[in-house]
Nanobody, 121 residues
Framework: QVQLVESGGGLVQPGGSLRLSCAAS????????MGWFRQAPGKQRELVAR???????NYADSVKGRFTISRDNTKNTVYLQMNSLKPEDTAVYYC???????????????WGQGTQVIVSS
């Protein structure tokens, strides 16, 4: 069984920083795109950032220049460094990974359990 375990959320003041981590564990044959989504109360889940297997990235306009996504393929882990945080960044952040599991060549879409980020003074 494959799991995505997220960590790093919490309460931070405006202007502060947090670093989220998401580690994939279990029988993983290959990882493709890894990303972060977020969902604020009363809003739809939205893409924050993603990183492709070759290392290229894209970001939501609202976080460009403040957030940085990276990955460590040796650890099956994706990170999200969040700087200059704003109250509007408050949301539950979800890790999303596209992976081949076990001996299968089928691509599965995996989600983490979510980690809460609150930006408030």
């Amino acid at each position: 069984q494959v799991q995505l375990v997220e960590s790093g959320g919490g309460l931070v003041q405006p202007g502060g920083s947090l670093r989220l981590s998401c580690a994939a564990s279990g029988s993983i044959r290959s990882l493709d795109t890894m990303g972060w989504f977020r969902q604020a109360p009363g809003k739809q889940r939205e893409l924050v950032a993603r990183i492709f297997s070759g290392g290229s990235t894209n970001y939501a306009d609202s976080v460009k220049g403040r957030f940085t996504i990276s990955r460590d393929n040796t650890k099956n882990t994706v990170y999200l460094q969040m700087n200059s945080l704003k109250p509007e960044d408050t949301a539950v952040y979800y890790c999303n990974v596209r992976a081949q599991l076990g001996g299968s060549f089928y691509w599965s879409d995996l989600w983490g359990q979510g980690t809460q980020v609150i930006v408030s003074s």
